[in-house]
């Protein structure tokens, strides 16, 4: 197995001992690495299957709600678990409660999503910039960061949603604009501290321009922080998102999204306990399975384990 | 020493050093020491390296020696226009670095390589190796399947199977391969120098004897020049041609390796060599040759900057600089010493002279 007879031009068999150091291991390719240690991982395994099942929920909601979520009823309201066909009970008007989380989950996975990837393209890339750069414009792009860093995260979201008003869109702006500093913060971390390894170095030396070194040594190292922690933000988008709703800031009624259900139904929470806590219950599912997943990919993409 | 077959890209023929430095000169603004008012005016500076003029002959290894923070990197980091010099002149080949009519910074890349010391953070922990390799030749304009063939030959030419180890990520090599994969990607550039800044001093002492026997076979097979950054004295003799020795970013001593090592000329360097362990237990000594640490090359002391730790300091020492006597000739032994300057006024040079 000695690594000099492969090559007929080896003039030095001697001297490559200690190429045998390392006995010959399979080699897999970094995100065949990932995915086989993400294959190895049940619980990371079953929750993602979870997550699965909730963003295919939400995708094919006419088919699998039972109910029409805007047809009320009003000898039907408030209605417990397994009324009349009605799974998670009605609400306050007397609409299917399922069909309305089934709905509702709609606008909280495009709310948990959208502005974390809007928001990680944005910062990451203000962030590579600026770490890379260093100097005043890393200065400036990072003091800039830290002024909407300074409110708290559900202030500033509540600030400029009501700044602009309610609605969807401007809800997922008003996020977005939250996330911003936190992912530019991690993605200039980590593009600083490659920045200043030996490799970067080398690659200068090979003739390489700042395009190129980023392109190719940069953005591998960035890209696995900044994914973990993005993943890490769907929930936090999520609960931020339903809380203006909760507000009034976000999603108007009638349309069915689970921190609006959750406001209106809270005047009910002596009537039915159980069934006006229902949209509290899916916001912490969906939560808990993103959260879980995105430490089970964290631990994965860790090379350096 | 025998010179390597002719290589095409040969300017100015054999007696043409092939890098010539002349007065380089680096200073670095010290973080958080402003003047008054934040002006830049009263700035402090580290002198990391002041004035240094030496050249490389085609075909040797010149060997780098000094403490830590006498300038070794900074100074390797120069010869490649990696860090900008502040002032003085590089001379590859004939041809002026970065001047109107010489070679661009780019073109002398192609010929310049560096080998770095820390072999884990030289590489990209998420590429494998055979493609950190590549990159180089890939940057140069060479297709990707082109840059990967090159890069296969070059681990196969510094003892690397590259259909086992070309796949791998540096995590999964030891240190000594890992050091053999930064040859290869420095050496994948088909440079007619090297820069090794302290390519073996992160091993084990038996693979160092493994890397430094490859450094010497593959210089002889491609016909490579050497620059040999090390703190290592022992290393330096076994593969130095000649050797020069910083102190504080200067210039102290340079000569051929064996003059030098039996006969040493400035302090600085008899007391390096004398820190050496000895083989001998009967010639081991006690005391330290010299003692403290280096002066803060922030602030270098007037004069000789060693006169603090000289034991043959005088009056002249901290007055003047001595100036490294014009050393003529690739056999050249000289020393920046006002001993070895009859006209110097000190004590010691008259003697000497006489």
């Known amino acids: 197995m000695s690594a000099a007879t492969g090559s007929p031009d080896l003039a030095i068999a001697p001297q490559a001992l200690d190429t045998q150091a390392v006995p010959a291991t399979q080699v897999r390719s970094y995100w065949q690495s990932v995915l086989y240690r993400l294959r190895h991982d049940p619980v990371t395994l079953a929750f993602a299957a979870i997550v699965l099942a909730i963003i295919l929920t939400a995708i094919f909601a006419p088919e699998v709600a039972p109910f029409d979520p805007y047809r009320d009823s009003i000898i039907g309201r408030l209605k417990p678990f397994g009324w009349r066909n009605h799974l998670l009970g009605t609400d306050d008007l007397g609409r299917d409660m399922l069909s309305r989380l089934i709905y509702g989950g709609r606008i909280a996975l495009l709310m948990g999503i959208v502005p974390v990837v809007i928001a990680s393209a944005i910062g990451g890339t203000l962030g590579v910039v600026g770490g890379f750069a260093g100097g005043w414009i890393n200065t400036a792009i990072m003091r800039t960061m830290d002024v909407f860093y300074a409110f708290p995260s559900v202030l500033l979201a509540v600030a400029i949603a009501g700044a602009m008003g309610g609605g969807i869109l401007n809800g997922m702006l008003a996020l977005t604009l939250v996330f911003i500093p936190p992912i530019c913060r991690i993605a200039e971390t980590a593009t600083s501290q490659v920045r200043s390894l030996d490799f970067i170095e080398a690659a200068r030396a090979s003739g390489a321009g700042p395009l190129t070194i980023i392109r190719h040594h940069v953005l591998g190292n960035v890209l696995a922080p900044v994914f973990i922690y993005a993943s890490s933000l769907v929930s936090v988008s999520m609960l931020l998102a339903s809380g203006l709703s909760f507000l009034g800031l976000g999603v108007r009624p009638p349309t069915p999204d689970w921190g609006l259900m959750l406001s209106t139904l809270r005047q009910a929470i002596w009537v039915q306990p159980a069934v006006c806590a229902m949209p509290g219950v899916a916001i912490f599912i969906t939560s808990v399975c993103f959260n879980l997943v995105s430490d089970g990919l964290r631990a994965a993409m860790d090379v350096r384990l | ?354």
Request: net charge positive; glycine share 8%; charged share 20%.
């Open chain 2, 1 to 354: 020493m025998s010179l390597p077959a002719p290589d095409a890209r040969d300017r100015g023929g054999p007696q043409q050093p092939l890098l010539i430095a002349r007065d380089l000169r680096k200073h670095f603004a010290v973080k958080g020491a402003k003047g008054a008012k934040g002006r830049p005016k009263g700035r402090k500076m580290v002198q990391a390296v002041d004035g240094v003029s030496f050249a490389v002959r085609k075909g040797e290894t010149l060997g780098v020696v000094g403490e830590s923070g006498c300038g070794k990197s900074t100074l390797a980091r120069l010869l490649l226009h990696l860090i900008v010099p502040d002032a003085g002149v590089l001379v590859f080949d004939g041809d002026e670095v970065a001047a109107p009519r010489g070679i661009a910074v780019a073109a002398l890349r192609r010929q310049v390589q560096m080998v770095f010391q820390d072999s884990y953070s030289s590489l990209n922990p998420r590429m494998p190796v055979r493609d950190s390799v590549a990159f180089g030749p890939y940057v140069q304009g060479q297709p990707k399947s082109a840059a990967r063939r090159v890069a296969q030959d070059m681990l196969a030419q510094v003892g690397l199977d590259p259909g086992l180890f070309g796949p791998r990520y540096p995590h999964e090599l030891s240190g000594g391969q890992k050091q053999r994969v930064n040859i290869a990607r420095a050496l994948a550039m088909g440079p007619r120098m090297v820069v090794l800044d302290e390519p073996v001093s992160a091993l084990d002492k038996s693979i160092e004897a493994q890397v430094l026997n490859l450094l010497l076979d593959l210089k002889q097979r491609l016909g490579l020049t050497y620059l040999f950054i090390s703190h290592d004295l022992s290393v330096v003799r076994f593969i130095a041609d000649r050797v020069l020795v910083m102190y504080l970013g200067r210039v102290v001593e340079i000569g051929p390796s064996d003059m030098l090592f039996a006969r040493p000329l400035h302090p600085y360097t008899q007391a390096l060599l004398a820190s050496r362990p000895s083989m001998d237990p009967a010639r081991r000594i006690e005391e330290p040759p010299i003692v403290g640490d280096p002066p803060n090359p922030i602030d270098p002391p007037p004069g000789c900057r060693f006169h603090t730790r000289c034991p043959y300091a005088e009056a002249v020492c901290s007055a003047r600089d001595p100036a490294l006597t014009a050393a003529e000739g690739w056999d050249a032994h000289a020393a920046a010493c006002h001993i070895h300057d009859p006209a110097s006024g000190h004590s010691l040079a008259s003697r000497l002279a006489a």
